[in-house]
């Protein structure tokens, strides 16, 4: 009996590959979907633009705690942009190097909160039953006091230190991370890649910090880019209270207190602190939402 043989396929054609769809990882659809925010790609710009500034510009700048008592209080012009204050000080100086110290502020006790809130909410959303609801009843326990005052409680109780503030602020900023990495990990807890870790009797330090962790880094990274906002508006706000940053040393916050005092005599003590601090707060909060939509697992097949 004859036997037919089947003919081979034609060749790839780039046609035929062209067609083919490439894979995409998540973070890279979720990078694709960022570029086409335009609000967020903005914000991103702004922020990175400010950051540089504050990191770079002293150097380019005149002392920021050199007086010139002669000038008191001058405002803007060719030579000092912003204008000085009343001692005379450069208040571009001023503001870039406020920059610096309210930026440090932000991230370092958002770290803290971040470390925290990460690990503690891990383990009470992995562990379960009484372990998770002891965890989070004292999370409760804790949530329960203004935060607020809590922090201004420490910084009178005890020295007034930027490692102190750093430490303040992180303590009680990392409750809501604690909270939605504990949802995301309870959703996570009974997926099948964590069932297999511990049919292969992989320790549960290993799950955590190797499976769970890296899995909950999308919420993570958006509540981040929130949390840096709220912490330096907090530190803005024990500055302006005269319990933050002490001086000489100045944050936009030292400054913003500086300025009130003076502003209806010398505007621009006032405006341009808080205009640096808003700009920066307000590109923070888009750029979350930006990484908010383009992280969102929903929209991930869009």
């Not at 710009?45 to 770079?56: E, G, K, P, Q």
């Not at 997926?191 to 330090?205: N, Q, T, V």
């Not at 912490?231 to 500055?239: C, D, I, Q, R, W």
Request: glycine share 8%; proline share 6%; charged share 15%.
């Amino acid at each position: 009996m004859a036997v037919t043989l089947a003919e081979p396929p034609p060749p790839a054609t780039p046609a035929i590959l062209a067609e083919v769809e490439v894979g995409h990882s998540l973070w890279q659809d979720a990078w694709a979907r960022l570029r086409k925010n335009r609000l967020a790609v903005i914000s991103g710009i702004v922020l990175i633009t400010v950051s540089v500034l504050c990191l770079i510009g002293p150097f380019f700048t005149p002392a920021p705690d050199v007086q010139d008592l002669a000038l008191y209080a001058t405002p803007p012009t060719a030579k000092h942009w912003l204008g000085t204050d009343t001692l005379g000080r450069d208040l571009l100086a001023r503001v870039l190097t406020g920059g610096r110290l309210s930026f440090a502020v932000g991230l370092c006790a958002t770290f803290v909160s971040l470390v925290i809130g990460v690990i503690y909410g891990t383990i009470s959303g992995f562990y379960g039953g009484k372990v998770d609801n002891l965890m989070m009843r004292l999370v409760d326990i804790i949530y329960a006091f203004p935060f607020t005052i809590f922090v201004i409680l420490l910084m009178v109780v005890f020295n007034r230190s930027l490692l102190l503030l750093f430490a303040a602020i992180g303590a009680v900023e990392w409750l809501n991370m604690a909270r939605i990495v504990r949802g995301q990990v309870i959703s996570l807890r009974k997926m099948e890649f964590i069932e297999a870790a511990e049919a292969l009797g992989l320790p549960k330090s290993r799950i955590i910090f190797r499976h769970l962790i890296p899995n909950v880094l999308g919420p993570v990274i958006v509540y981040t880019t929130l949390t840096i906002p709220a912490v330096m508006l907090l530190e803005a706000f024990l500055s302006f209270l005269g319990l933050g940053v002490q001086p000489p040393d100045a944050s936009w916050g030292v400054l913003i207190n500086e300025g009130s005092k003076s502003m209806e005599e010398f505007w621009w003590m006032l405006v341009f602190p808080g205009l640096a601090l808003s700009v920066t707060l307000f590109s923070l909060n888009f750029l979350g939402d930006g990484l908010r939509d383009a992280l969102d697992p929903k929209t991930s097949k869009d």
